[in-house]
Nanobody, 125 residues
Framework: QVQLVESGGGLVQAGGSLRLSCTVSDLTLRGYSMGWFRQAPGKEREFVAA????????RYADSVKGRFTIDRDNAKNTVYLQMNSLQPEDTAVYYC??????????????????WGQGTQVTVSS
């Protein structure tokens, strides 16, 4: 059974930082690219960042480029999202997702077949 579990969310003031983690319950996702998406209240889910299996190709949404960094540790079956200079518009539920394509770090939600339950990030002004 494939399970993705996000952690690290919380409440932070504008300008602060958070580090999200996504752990995989088993080895099923070996070779998968990984991505982070977010959904704010009343808005559609949007792409945030993605990383391929090897970790040598990353993709970021324009809204987070230069502030967020995606990384992974395959030995720990974990992908991370380091979020710096957080702003109120970053407030959302953040979801970890897995993509069977090992090479392409896709920015499209349609490419991802496994999803976590999400972790809440709230940024106060």
């Amino acid at each position: 059974q494939v399970q993705l579990v996000e952690s690290g969310g919380g409440l932070v003031q504008a300008g602060g930082s958070l580090r999200l983690s996504c752990t995989v319950s088993d080895l099923t996702l070996r070779g998968y690219s990984m991505g982070w998406f977010r959904q704010a209240p009343g808005k559609e889910r949007e792409f945030v960042a993605a990383i391929n299996w090897i970790g040598n190709s990353m993709r970021y949404a324009d809204s987070v480029k230069g502030r967020f960094t995606i990384d992974r540790d395959n030995a720990k079956n974990t992908v991370y999202l380091q979020m710096n200079s957080l702003q109120p518009e970053d407030t959302a539920v953040y979801y970890c997702a897995a993509n069977a394509n090992s090479v392409v770090a896709s920015g499209s939600s349609d490419a991802y077949t496994f999803w976590g339950q999400g972790t809440q990030v709230t940024v106060s002004s």
